[in-house]
């Protein structure tokens, strides 16, 4: 009787935790700092610029995986957008990049100002 008690009890334990809906996977979005920002200075209208954005982490848990954008005529301001993500991770430090594609659909000189705490890191594209 005990037996099938404790086997009744296993059993419920494991489908709750088995759960498919994990409400601790809520993800909470900062902004990122950078190290640095490098990429092609020219582009063509409508074909994709990639920029590679460095940044710094502090752990395995560090992730950045996107990015905010907001414009004003032919300036460009972009934040890095990451998150501490939640488990076992390492323990190491460094610096990671993440590609930032910047698309127009007007020539011009366009300046991409990325958010780096108080400050911008600039970098310039001339398209035709």
Same mark, same amino acid.
């Given at each position: 009787m005990i037996t099938r008690i404790i086997i009744i009890g296993l059993t419920i334990v494991g489908f709750i935790g088995c759960s498919k809906e994990n409400k601790d996977n809520n993800i909470i979005y900062s902004a990122w700092p950078i190290a640095k920002v490098e990429g092609a200075t020219t582009g063509t209208i409508n074909q994709p610029i990639p920029i590679t954005v460095s940044w710094p982490y502090s752990s395995g848990c560090d992730l950045?995986? #996107?990015?905010? !954008?907001?414009?004003? %005529? $032919? /300036?460009?301001?972009?934040?890095?957008? %990451?998150?501490?993500? #939640? +488990?076992?991770? /390492?323990?190491?430090? +460094? *610096? #990671? /990049?993440? =590609?930032? $594609? @910047? /698309?127009?659909? #007007?020539? %011009?000189?366009? !300046?991409?100002? @990325?958010? $780096?705490?108080?400050? @911008? *890191?600039?970098?310039?594209? =001339?398209? $035709?």
């Open positions: 950045v995986d #996107k990015f905010a !954008e907001s414009n004003a %005529g $032919n /300036t460009v301001t972009i934040t890095t957008l %990451g998150y501490k993500s #939640k +488990g076992i991770c /390492t323990m190491d430090t +460094g *610096i #990671k /990049t993440i =590609i930032y $594609n @910047f /698309t127009t659909k #007007k020539s %011009g000189v366009y !300046e991409l100002k @990325f958010v $780096n705490h108080d400050s @911008f *890191i600039t970098h310039v594209v =001339i398209i $035709n």
